[in-house]
C-alpha cells in the first residue's frame, strides 16, 4: 500500500537532540524580562561541567567585527536566556529551564579564547557559558556523539547544519535540518581566523548550530560488527568474512553518518555574504582552543540593565 510507503524510522536521530534551543530576553528598568530573539547552542562537558556552546554574537546582541552595533530588532544586548529541553521521562515534550544570567556583577559568566600569530586581538564568534541542570533533561552532548575520524572536511563535502530558524514551535519542537556544502577551502583561513564558508543561507535563528558532515551508511547488526570488530583486533579477517549473513547485510537499513563539523554563525554583518546566500562556520577544533586558552568573556558595550537584579 502506498500509505505505507516509504518506511518511517521509528527513532529520533541522536543530532537532532544534540541542538538545543536558546531564547534571549533584555531586563528593563523594572526588572521585568523581554524576549529579543532566539538561537541555537549545545552543550560540551569538560572538566565534571556541563557548558552551552554558542556563538558570541547570540549573547551579546551584537556583531562581532563592530561591537557598537546592535543586531537587528535588538533594543539592547540581552542580559538572560532559557532553553528547551526535554525531560527523560517525557522526550518529545520540550520545556523552558530556568533563567540563566549571562552576567554577574556585571561582568559576563561566558569565556573566549584569545587568538595568536596573524589573528592576534581578532574575535571569534564562539563562546561557552557554564550551565546546571537540575532536572536530568534527556540531551546528547557533542562529545557523545558518534565520531568517524577518516573522514576528512573537504570543500564540497555535504554538510547539514541542525538547528532552530524560527525558534521552538509547539507543533515541532525539534530542530530543524539544513543541508548544504562546504564552499571554501577549510585548511585556507579565512581573514586569518578558523572558519570556512558554507553554501547555504540561514536565519538568525540558526546561529550556535552544531554543524556535521554527512555521509550515507549502512546499518549492521550486533553479530556483523562483533565480527568485524574482532578482525580490526587481530583476528582472522577471512573467517569474519565468511561469517557474515550477506542477506542481513543487503537489507540493513541506511544510516547517517555525522561526524561533528564545526559552529554555525551564519553571515551576521557581511553583507556580501549575504547576497550569496553563504554562511560561515567555525573549526570543530576551536572549542578545544576555547578551553586551553579561555579568557573572560567581554561585551564593550553591556547591557544597561544588568546589575538591577
Known sequence: MLVEKPIIEGRIEPASRVAICIELYCRDVTGDQRKVGSATGFVHRRESRDFLITNWHVETGRKPENPGELLDGYPESPTCFEMYVPKTEEPNRFLPSDFFELYENGQPRWIETKLEGPAAGKRTDLVAIPIEFPDGPLIVRIEEFAKYEN???????????????????????????????????????????????????????????PVFMIDKGTGVSGKTYGLLTAAINGGSAIDAVRAMDVDEMM????????????????????????????????????????????????????PQFARSR
Request: hydrophobic fraction near 40%; charged fraction near 15%; avoid cysteine.
Open 151 to 209: 573522514q576528512r572536511l573537504r570543500i564540497g563535502r555535504d554538510v547539514v547544519i541542525v538547528g532552530y530558524p524560527f525558534g521552538i514551535r509547539a507543533e515541532n519542537p525539534f530542530p530543524t535540518w539544513k543541508r548544504g556544502s562546504i564552499a571554501s577551502e577549510p585548511s585556507i583561513l579565512i581573514g586569518g581566523l578558523p572558519k570556512y564558508y558554507i553554501d547555504t543561507p540561514g536565519r538568525p535563528g540558526m546561529s550556535g548550530s
Open 251 to 302: 537489507n540493513a537499513p541506511e544510516v547517517n553518518m555525522l561526524q561533528f563539523a564545526g559552529v554555525y554563525s551564519g553571515s551576521v554583518g557581511d553583507k556580501a555574504l549575504n547576497q550569496l546566500n553563504v554562511g560561515v562556520a567555525w573549526h570543530a577544533g576551536i572549542i578545544d582552543t576555547l578551553f586551553m586558552k579561555p579568557v573572560i568573556g567581554s561585551n564593550p558595550f553591556p
